[in-house]
């Protein structure tokens, strides 16, 4: 950055970039352009552009995932209200993704004018209205002097939440000057445990481990707000238990480590993990989402007499609560005092199902396609299972250590994976990020392969082309769950226009896949979409059951009074 002038814009910029963001996502409109010229200027982090705003903010979304935090910049009302059902995902999600909205000129506030990109009303507030439901903060810069302290407010308020923020900057304001920014310790820095309450938490946890003869350990997938792995894998170490895994959860405990027992999932458990989890005397659940769909349609989840839930600010135990202290200090501290002692992590681990390979001639089955993508699966890899059959299908892949899998269980929005898929290839461009997806789904968010070919990303993207939503036709079907064919391979060729090195490829038997596969893994400069042909009733034994559950729960009779 070469200019003296200091502006909003700048401090916003140089905000993002302290806080260990590389890149910004963006839609340009009219209300936030000067915004992103300032961004552009001071330069702290890479502009990315977006098709529009729902995939900007699923974008963001999978950045913050495998970076811990995300950016993006839209316009007013037509850009924001696009981008609230991604920031909803990261509400859900628990991923802090700094929402950032250009806003109105401040004169026109009070002024009686009605303004373009409105509902055609004086009152411009509705916007932080409707997004303060699902961020942590929110807040409308008024005044440049002003600013630095509410910038920081939101951001750091994300990061110690673990929850999207939002930041709307009238287009007057971007480039009005103000102060440069301190040190950033003071955002990066978790507020100060209670001690006290921690210590009676940790405490309690180590009385109930020590009336306990059978415990399991059960990872929820809110533990991504650790960091890291090691605290978790140093408690089971400690306590020598089983670990298990909730679907959502899955990679979030190495599956090579010797106390890995599988994914819990009520009936459609792995590796005998249901049996596991409620047999045992004593349940660790550390950060879970006991949902309809993680428990079955309301089926299957520990005893609470017999749980320790440890969530994202409190420990409950034994009918005692305890807050004042992140997940994160509880889990290290537990790791270090429970009572060592051998408990179920000292029988054999089962041995995991392996999918039988196919014919390589015969006609492309959906154990086939799984099978074959399990083993381009390596210890480098970032899967992302888009809502329907992959979720199973990443469920039941045996996984190396350091593989990751990236699902939305929680929101469950059909749409996601793309585009959050690429934004976790931007956010850990050495890692190789493969995709699953349905046709269905893939329709919804398809326009964000083009910015693949664009920024030249190697996503590997298996499009499972079954003709209609599967998950779907599971849970309760209709007409309504059928959908026009595309040639979604052939989309490859419009995406790159004569000038990007985008590669789409059919797959039709287990021989034509492992072929695509090949060129896939020598295409560095683009995206690869292989579309897998698979039969409309060919799914996962997991979905048939999962779903009949769910349908079930959900056609519940209302209760009568």
């Excluded at 309690?204 to 533990?223: T, Y």
Aim: proline share 5%; with cysteine.
């Amino acid at each position: 950055m070469t200019t003296e002038k200091f502006t909003v814009g700048h401090y916003l910029s140089a905000r993002l970039g302290q806080i260990g963001l590389k890149d910004h996502l963006a839609v340009a409109g009219d209300f936030n352009l000067v915004l992103l010229d300032q961004l552009l200027e001071e330069g702290s982090t890479r502009q990315i552009y977006s098709c529009n705003e729902l995939n900007c903010g699923y974008t963001a979304e999978g950045y913050a995932r495998a970076n811990g935090a995300a950016a993006m910049i839209v316009t007013f009302n037509v850009g924001a209200l696009s981008a609230v059902n991604a920031i909803g995902s990261a509400y859900a999600e628990s991923l802090p993704v700094i929402f950032i909205s250009g806003g109105p000129n401040t004169n026109d506030q009070g002024s009686g004018h009605i303004l373009h990109h409105t509902i055609g009303t004086t009152n411009y507030g509705y916007q932080m209205e409707m997004v303060s439901h699902v961020t942590c903060a929110a807040e409308v810069i008024q005044s440049a002097e002003n600013a630095p302290a509410q910038i920081d407010h939101a951001i750091r308020t994300a990061l110690r939440l673990r929850k999207p923020a939002y930041i709307e900057i009238p287009c007057n304001l971007a480039s009005a000057p103000c102060m440069r920014p301190g040190p950033v310790s003071s955002l990066l820095a978790e507020a100060t445990p209670d001690r006290v309450s921690l210590d009676a938490a940790v405490k309690a946890a180590g009385e109930f481990l020590s009336a306990r003869e059978k415990v399991v350990i059960l990872v929820g997938s809110r533990v991504r707000t650790l960091g890291s792995l090691e605290p978790i894998v140093a408690l089971a170490e400690r306590v020598g238990c089983a670990v298990t895994v909730m679907g959502a959860a899955k990679s979030f405990f190495p599956e090579d480590h010797p106390l890995f027992r599988g994914v819990y999932w009520g009936e459609i458990s792995t590796m005998g993990a249901q049996e596991l989890v409620e047999s045992a005397d004593g349940v660790i659940c550390l950060a879970p989402i006991f949902n309809d769909y993680a428990t079955v349609g309301w089926q299957s989840r520990p005893k609470p007499e017999d749980t320790l839930l440890a969530d994202l600010n409190e420990v409950t135990v034994d009918g005692r609560s305890y807050a004042g202290f992140h997940l994160g200090a509880f889990v290290s501290a537990l790791a270090e005092s429970a009572p060592r002692r051998p408990a179920t992590g000292q029988t054999a681990k089962p041995a995991p199902d392996v999918i039988p390979a196919s014919k390589p001639d015969a006609a492309l089955t959906n154990d086939e396609m799984a099978r074959q993508i399990n083993a381009l699966v390596d210890g480098n890899t970032t899967l992302t299972a888009e809502t329907g059959d992959s979720w199973f299908n990443a469920v039941r892949m045996n996984l190396p250590g350091g593989a990751k899998v990236e699902s939305e269980m929680q929101w469950g929005s059909i749409g996601w994976s793309v585009p959050a898929a690429l934004g976790g290839a931007y956010a850990a461009p050495d890692r190789r990020h493969v995709l699953m997806v349905g046709d269905g789904s893939f329709q919804l968010t398809a326009q964000e392969v083009a910015q693949m070919v664009r920024y030249e990303v190697p996503v590997i993207i298996f499009l499972v082309n079954n003709r209609g939503y599967v998950i779907e036709i599971k849970i309760h079907d209709g007409p309504y769950n059928y959908i026009k064919n595309w040639d979604y391979a052939g989309l490859i060729d419009a995406f790159n226009a004569g000038e990007g090195h985008g590669l789409g490829l059919h797959a039709h038997n287990g021989a034509e896949l492992a072929e695509a596969i090949e060129k896939a893994k020598a295409n560095t400069r683009g995206p690869t979409l292989i579309e897998c042909h698979i039969g409309q009733t060919d799914c996962t034994d997991m979905l048939v059951r999962w779903g009949k559950k769910v349908a079930a729960a959900n056609s519940r009779p209302p209760a009568k009074a």
